[in-house]
């Protein structure tokens, strides 16, 4: 109980918002629960804790002396703010990555570990690992229970939260688990702009709008316009959530808007600088300008035909087919002529085919 004490004081030093501790028993339903989405493709292609259920679903495959996870969590709301309502040649981030996030959380994380190894114990730090399935952890310690959106939701701070864990041998007290639950509340679902959660606690990866962002990849065509002015993540399943709404509401509007003429303008080392925290696949930067492509071509105005028009003559095939969709949404005369003269020129099979059908789709339609 001493030790206990002295971690959930250090944590809120660190500025975590809380911890509980649960034990390090497998997890069996939830392995099987990865290995049915695996086995039905609805991971996506994602590794993560789909490479290894086996592994993800029981720490001890990892560390056979563990007893114990001291499951830490941070709310990032209401500091990370809110991008606030659409604006023109502006796209927007969700919340989670306006910053980086999980820097405190896996600093307050290391603090932690450091105390349980000063008493005398073992102690590792998993923070997005593919060693432990961070909800179920959370879960088990009483943080929150299962949403409908597959999120972990606790009472007081709704889906905001971020999750990491302390691996230890210390047979700490286990905290009681949240009694709560959805009930019949499904208003993530019908919020998701494509049907990615296709039944409750149920995600299909491969249609969230969130791990397209993170995906590689050219952006399936019926998904470009349902993701607006995102351009990395999604917040939809979260911000629909009823014990989330007080802090959403509280949040201050503003964060997260970003400039795409200005991003889409930057060098490898300012976007580095600035969005090295996201997961970009591969950590290839031509994906980020992906993203910002579709969202530039759903801001609509002419004005930007210019911002778009550049990346046509990108070297890269894959800049060239997303700039001459957008540039299609855009529409207006300066459109059209930049896709005349870039068809002029084009070879490469994809970005002909994203020419040849640019001008025919339209400002403000959807082909999902």
């Given at each position: ?349 994809q970005v002909v085919g994203e020419i040849r059908h640019a001008p025919a789709e ?7």
């Amino acid at each position: 109980m001493e030790l206990l004490a002295s971690l959930r004081a250090a944590a809120a030093r660190a500025g975590l918002t809380g911890l509980e501790v649960g034990s390090a028993a497998p997890f069996p339903r939830t392995r099987r629960a990865i290995e049915e989405r695996v086995a039905a493709g609805l991971h996506g292609g994602f590794r993560s804790t789909f490479r290894n259920p086996a592994v993800a679903a029981d720490v001890r495959a990892s560390f056979p002396w563990a007893e114990r996870l001291v499951v830490a969590y941070r709310s990032y709301l209401p500091s990370a703010g809110s991008p606030g309502h659409a604006r023109p040649g502006t796209g927007r981030v969700a919340r989670f990555a306006v910053e980086d996030e999980y820097r405190p959380l896996r600093a307050g994380l290391r603090v932690l570990a450091g105390l349980v190894r000063e008493a005398g114990h073992r102690a590792e730090v998993l923070c997005d690992d593919a060693r432990l399935a961070d909800r179920a952890a959370a879960v088990r310690a009483g943080i929150g229970w299962w949403g409908v959106s597959t999120m972990v939701v606790s009472r007081r701070h709704g889906p905001w939260l971020l999750l990491g864990s302390v691996v230890t041998d210390a047979l700490l007290p286990e905290s009681a688990t949240e009694s709560e639950g959805c009930g019949t509340c499904t208003a993530c679902l019908t919020a998701c702009p494509t049907g990615a959660l296709t039944s409750p606690g149920v995600l299909d990866t491969r249609r969230c709008l969130s791990a397209l962002t993170q995906s590689p990849g050219s952006i399936p065509e019926g998904f470009r316009a349902a993701m607006g002015d995102r351009i990395y993540g999604c917040d939809a399943c979260l911000e629909a959530c009823p014990p989330g709404r007080p802090l959403l509401a509280a949040a201050p509007e503003g964060a997260g808007r970003i400039d795409l003429a200005g991003l889409l303008a930057s060098d490898d080392d300012g976007l580095r600088r600035r969005y090295g925290h996201w997961n970009i696949p591969r950590r290839d930067l031509r994906y980020l300008r992906r993203n910002a492509l579709v969202a530039l071509g759903n801001a609509g105005g002419t004005e930007l035909v210019s911002v778009a028009a550049v990346y046509l003559r990108s070297g890269d095939p894959l800049l060239r087919a997303h700039a001459a969709w957008a540039l299609g949404r855009l529409g207006g005369a300066e459109a059209r002529s930049v896709l005349r003269a870039a068809a002029a020129r084009e070879s490469d099979p994809q970005v002909v085919g994203e020419i040849r059908h640019a001008p025919a789709e339209g400002p403000g339609r959807s082909k999902f």
